[in-house]
């Protein structure tokens, strides 16, 4: 079955600085990957996905992502950020082959950004 | 579009009764997903249904849990009796079709059993 692994429950940076939330995910089989944000209060947000073609991802609000399949990571980061940034960022897999598989969430990467 | 609409917005009750989630998905999707949110678990599928078929239910806790999806345009998610371990935010999500590769989340429904 696949998984998905954030490391880090936290992570606090100033404003304008850059940002790394870090995801790995397991899977014997190929899979699609996605990072969704939820802000204060409200549902989650599809911020990317990879399904298939560059590795190279890029989402709303500034943020890519990037597939590296040897690390079986997908890493999403913004080279500067704001305080609307606040958020908790979940990183989510599915099976790419299955029509009826469930995305797979993670724990979830609470983002604080500092003035 | 008015997205995936959710009721109500907060709910508290009292340990033992019957609490009715209610979520009416964005228009012209077909699947349908409830979640559950909480800090010790972070955020669990329950239940998603296709063409309101429940396709998978083993994320359902027990058999105090129950969801129905009557039409295209409505579902919900009864607990009885409540518990004060049921506490949490509860998601309504929905679909495109077999594209279960972006949901459109609802705001969500804040559960507190005292």
């Known amino acids: 079955a696949q998984s998905v692994t954030q490391l880090d429950s936290q992570v606090p940076v100033f404003e304008e600085a850059p940002v790394e939330l870090r995801c790995n995910y397991s899977?014997?089989?190929?899979?699609?990957l996605f990072w969704y944000v939820q802000y204060p209060n409200q549902g989650l947000q599809l911020l990317l996905k990879?399904?298939?073609?560059?590795?190279l991802v890029k989402g709303i609000n500034g943020f890519e992502a990037e597939f590296n399949k040897s690390q079986t990571s997908f890493h999403l980061r913004k080279p500067s950020v704001h305080i609307s940034d606040t958020a908790e960022y979940f990183c989510?897999?599915?099976?790419?082959?299955?029509?009826?598989?469930?995305?797979?969430f993670g724990s979830g990467t609470r983002l604080s950004i500092r003035p | 579009d008015a997205g995936v609409i959710q009721s109500p917005r907060h709910e508290v009750t009292e340990m033992g009764q019957e609490v009715t989630l209610r979520c009416k998905p964005i228009?012209?999707?077909?699947?349908l997903f409830w979640y559950r949110q909480t800090m010790m678990r972070g955020l669990e599928l329950l239940i998603y249904?296709?063409?309101?078929?429940?396709?998978?239910d083993s994320g359902m806790p027990e058999d105090r849990f129950s969801a129905k999806m009557p039409n295209a345009s409505f579902s919900t998610l009864k607990i009885q009796p409540s518990e004060p371990r049921d506490s949490a935010v509860y998601f309504c999500?929905?679909?495109?079709?077999?594209?279960?590769?972006?949901?459109?989340f609802g705001p969500g429904t804040r559960l507190t059993v005292l």
């Open positions: 228009s012209g999707h077909n699947s």
């Open positions: 899977s014997s089989v190929s899979v699609y």
């Open positions: 989510a897999v599915r099976l790419s082959r299955s029509s009826a598989s469930k995305i797979i």
């Open positions: 990879y399904l298939s073609g560059s590795t």
């Open positions: 999500a929905s679909s495109l079709g077999q594209n279960l590769n972006e949901q459109f």
């Open positions: 249904f296709n063409n309101n078929v429940p396709i998978d």
